[in-house]
């Protein structure tokens, strides 16, 4: 010990000496010479092992056996240690780590946040390589079905509120489909691929995918035709009590578990006034390992595409379910914290709002911005910087162009292209005057305002709260 307590006090005088160097701005020659001698005894001091800290990290390879079919979508990639790592594929594996390491159990959220597939973009179908999603979960011990319901109420709102035209959200629970292929004759082994085959029924036929589970999985064609039974089959809460009669799939506790709870969920959807949104799909699989309840998918209802308009083909628009597994997944002690969740795609919702606008011939407005401030004349720049200042205290939307002298022109044309709504003009006989002339950028009408009631005139015509006196 007491070797190595004078090797550290020489290596601390080196570096005194190094430091005091350079701030001599001594030669780069010396300074080279004394870093030298300082590298030398930090090595001959080697790392103190009673020192030596735990770092606490996140597991290597978190996104292994998550998602089945899907991980060969994920992004890998290693560190320079060469440890495994990947880009996230979604927010709710991550959100699951994330109550484990901080212990838990009883959270609601929202989360917007980039994620990455090593898929084949598409852009006019939404697909992209890298993409943001939103988020909403609840987590925790509760009654069964009613935190499910809140989650489909929300979805349903969402895309209600968007506007994007009707929809549709497909309900299932991946007890009954277990419950279906366990009865059917498939083996536990091929439970999971033959659920990523079912999964494809929304995009190629019945014959293709029976084709692909005989022909690729292995799958015996008479189980297949027996699949194919109930797959094909959709409604609302009456196939479930029809579901419930059936002599064999009655007989099957996890799939008696998932008929129950849909029967109940429904019961909580018509009390949120959103059934008539809701079907009841046995088609529906969400190939995602870690699903272990109710799972859904909002589609868009097609409609014959407008002249112009090429068919949308973005698939589904938003999707979620129950995931009480996976949090134990990456608990030390498998504490298991109950989950149910839903996931909206942001780029596809754009890009089905973008092309609906194209169609319509309407532009997309890239901006808040409710007025612009401008000038007829030149040598107004102050004028204009008193105004915008005047309107940003007030909470209106506003700005100008960051030019001395515009020429009124181009300021109007960018309110146009931008799609700002209102021009507030300052010019000298303006301001002799006392007011601001106010135009429409749609209409081209301009009224003067006086400028103590533009402030009150402006929320007027952009439906901002009006000050009470």
């Not at 083996?187 to 494809?200: A, H, N, Q, W």
């Amino acid at each position: 010990m007491a070797e190595r307590a004078a090797l550290e006090e020489l290596v601390k005088l080196q570096g005194e000496r190094v430091r005091g160097l350079k701030q001599q701005k001594a030669s780069a020659e010396l300074i080279e010479e004394e870093v030298g001698k300082l590298l030398k005894l930090k090595a001959q001091l080697g790392p103190d092992e009673s020192k030596q800290k735990f770092v606490l990290k996140t597991p290597k390879e978190t996104l292994m056996g998550k998602y089945g079919e899907d991980s060969k979508l994920i992004y890998d990639l290693k560190d320079q240690g060469g440890e495994l790592l990947s880009l996230r594929y979604d927010l709710t594996v991550p959100f699951a780590r994330y109550l484990a390491m901080n212990k838990l159990t009883n959270i609601k959220r929202y989360h917007i946040a980039k994620v990455y597939r090593r898929d084949n973009p598409a852009m006019t179908r939404g697909r992209y390589r890298e993409f943001y999603q939103c988020d909403f979960d609840i987590a925790g011990n509760f009654d069964p079905m009613i935190p499910d319901a809140e989650c489909l109420k929300i979805m349903c709102e969402i895309l209600s509120s968007l506007q994007i035209g009707d929809f549709l959200v497909k309900v299932n629970d991946r007890r009954i489909l277990d419950g279906m292929f366990a009865i059917c004759g498939v083996s536990d082994s091929k439970f999971r691929t033959i659920c990523s085959s079912v999964d494809k029924l929304d995009k190629v036929s019945w014959e293709e995918v029976k084709n692909e589970m005989v022909g690729e999985k292995g799958l015996a064609p008479e189980v297949a035709d027996r699949i194919g039974d109930y797959v094909q089959q959709h409604g609302g809460v009456s196939l479930v009590e029809q579901l419930l009669q059936d002599p064999k799939l009655s007989q099957n506790k996890q799939a008696l578990e998932g008929l129950g709870d849909l029967k109940l969920l429904f019961e909580y959807l018509t009390l949120f006034g959103i059934d008539d949104k809701i079907s009841f799909d046995l088609s529906l699989a969400r190939g995602l390992d870690y699903y272990t309840g109710v799972i859904y998918e909002a589609v868009l209802l097609q409609t014959p595409a407008q002249a112009g308009e090429e068919p949308l083909g973005v698939g589904s628009v938003a999707a979620g379910g129950r995931y009480d597994g996976l949090v134990g997944m990456f608990d030390p002690k498998g504490r298991k914290v109950p989950c149910v969740g839903l996931s909206i795609g942001v780029e596809r919702i754009f890009s089905i709002v973008e092309q609906r606008l194209e169609a319509l011939e309407e532009k997309v407005r890239t901006t808040e911005t409710q007025v612009l401030v401008a000038s007829a004349q030149k040598k107004l720049l102050e004028e204009r910087l008193k105004l915008v200042s005047e309107l940003w205290d007030a909470g209106i939307k506003a700005e100008l162009l960051y030019k001395k002298n515009p020429k009124l022109l181009n300021q109007l044309q960018y309110c146009e292209e931008a799609g700002i709504p209102l021009v507030a003009i300052i010019g000298e006989q303006e301001l002799k005057d006392g007011v601001i002339k106010l135009r429409s950028v749609t209409s081209r009408e301009e009224v003067n305002v006086r400028r103590e009631d533009l402030v009150e005139e402006i929320k007027r015509r952009t439906g901002q709260p009006l000050r009470i006196c």
